[in-house]
């Protein structure tokens, strides 16, 4: 049996196409002492793997030219040689874009809660990284307090999407979205619930973001970077805080847009703070346990966009800078694993 | 007898130039119900003050057209119907450009210590606001810690200097200069003690910098933005953080440059955070006992740069942008006022 990857032919520039990576298959991998073979069932297909695709630094080295994209996806043990992992276990973790993954020593699982009544796509999703760096960036990097006007780009995205209902749920004083297009923006407000959204490919973005925080912004959750990034700057209020969160609308960029209004952090007091969900992976379990119950109580609706197909994950990488995609991207690589 | 004062008679575009100032005869004021009439001796020349010109939000309303330029300033008492003063107390606050200002409620002065031994342009330097705005910038701001590799722009000005003598002081790891220009570099070191000095008008900044902080820069105190700012951001190290206090080079600019690399702070968990020295105001005491202090034994060298008559103060203001003032630029007004 083989075991089918994708992997890095050469760098893209601009977004990935047909010479970016290679469908091949490799040998299944052999499961070592402490280790697990792991069934791949989803792929989370997230901006950052852009990022890695790139020979630049990052907060991870990029994937070498030949190895397998690097991503996080979940699946099923059906062999295990680790006292961490028991045959039957749904794990979470790098299983990168492959049919097969092995659970190591240097390459650690999570294993996932069977019984929340939550299925598989919805616990990658809301609890996966989107969620859990949603819950942190808001929470902790952007020191979110009761009556913040909250701003937050990438609004429809499953990332944005729960900061903002997360502020919601917590008492903020009015939480503004900002997404792209007509349909996008009504979702984020029907669906999502947020008092408002701002259409980033209308003009005049920074007057539109004025009218809707005649008062500032206290709090920007930034997934987008950019224009829309030097737009919220000219915005904010006094001691308003920035979360630096991704920057989806550079991660394609040959020409990267540059910020002019940084200055506007002197005159309000402001900051601008870059964070990684995985500095906050002491502290999962409590975002776990809160986000579940969000979930299950209706606080916060969420959305998956189901890909299938391993050999469509390059496709499902680019919906994300398109903007087709409706929420959470997955791939399914294995439909029979499933969380309960 | 008349009060000489220069009034913005129109906004600037870039640079100021004569049209953008008049100097004109007014009434002397009158010191009224617990006012004080002071004789300004020095006006501090501050970058500040070309933003103030604008009509632009800013941390201070824009000066009206046909207003007194708003500028600190230090003078004598002369007249007193307040408490809080007394004749021939040397004093300083916002004086504005002219030769006789008030102090009211609402436009306090501090009053100056004597017997320190130190002449009041040192002390309009170094325990004024410039001297402060590094203290606190560094200290506070940037959580200044032992060990951390400083960078500092603007390194040979009143505040980039003082930034670099403090953190040298204090233990820094390493102390890293920018400036224009191979005299200003020199100073830097020589006279100012910085380890090294990387001139900003040379090509490569972002690899030269690299040079000079191969393990990436913990605290950057910018004083400059634009391209300066951006080539810094290539190069933080984790959890840096960015001090920022001015943007000198975008003040005239009619057109700004932007900044590229603020994705950094996601990948280094890095923060950008301003500040204005009057929300120090407070804490001012403390931290001229340990400037006096330091400049008394030596551990901080400083220049002032003295410009005389008034009427100069345009062409000193102008001075800054050019480069071609050294140390801290002071217009005189009326030399016989003095500390001691």
């Known amino acids: 049996m083989a075991n089918r990857q994708i992997t890095l032919a050469q760098r893209p520039t ?5 010479s970016t990576t290679s469908l091949i298959d490799s040998p299944m991998p052999v499961c070592g002492p402490d280790e697990a073979l792991i069934k791949v069932g989803l792929l989370s297909i997230d901006p950052t793997i852009r990022t890695w695709m790139n020979d630049a630094p990052g907060y991870l080295p990029p994937i070498g030219i030949g190895d397998v994209i690097r991503s996080g996806g979940s699946g099923v043990v059906v062999e295990s040689n680790s006292e961490r992992y028991h045959v039957g276990d749904v794990v979470n973790g790098m299983t990168g874009w492959q049919e097969w993954a092995i659970a190591s020593e240097s390459n650690k699982f999570t294993v996932l809660p069977k019984g929340l009544g ?34 937050v780009s990438g609004a429809a995205g499953a990332t944005g999407s729960v900061v903002g209902q997360i ?20 979702e984020v407000v029907e669906k ?8 980033y490919r209308e003009a005049r973005l920074t007057q539109r973001l004025r009218e809707a925080c005649p008062k500032g912004i206290d709090l920007y959750f930034d997934n987008v970077g950019g ?14 805080r920035i979360v630096m969160c991704g920057a989806i609308s550079q991660y394609n960029a040959t020409e990267r847009g540059g910020v002019t209004n940084t200055s506007m952090l002197i005159m309000r ?14 502290r999962y379990a409590e975002a776990h346990v809160e986000l579940a119950a969000m979930v299950l109580d209706g606080r916060i609706k969420h959305q998956e966009h189901l890909v299938p197909g391993l050999e469509h994950a390059p496709d499902a990488l680019n919906l994300l800078f398109t903007g087709g995609n409706h929420g959470k991207t997955l791939v399914v690589v294995d439909e029979s694993v499933q969380l309960d």
Chains 1, 2 share one sequence.
């Open 167 to 186: 502020a919601r749920a917590r008492g903020a004083g009015k939480v503004v979205g900002i997404a792209g297009g007509e349909e996008k923006c009504s």
């Open 192 to 199: 999502y619930g947020f008092d408002e959204c701002v259409d």
């Open 14 to 18: 601009g977004m990935v196409d047909q």
């Open 118 to 151: 939550l299925d598989l796509a919805t616990v990658m999703n809301v609890l996966g990284a989107t969620g859990l760096t949603a819950y942190f960036g808001l929470l902790d990097v952007g020191a979110f307090k009761e009556g913040d006007v909250v701003v």
């Open 269 to 282: 007091r402001g900051q601008m703070k870059g964070f990684i969900v995985f500095d906050f992976a002491h």
């Open 227 to 240: 224009d829309v990034l030097d737009a919220t700057l000219a915005n904010i209020a006094m001691h308003s």
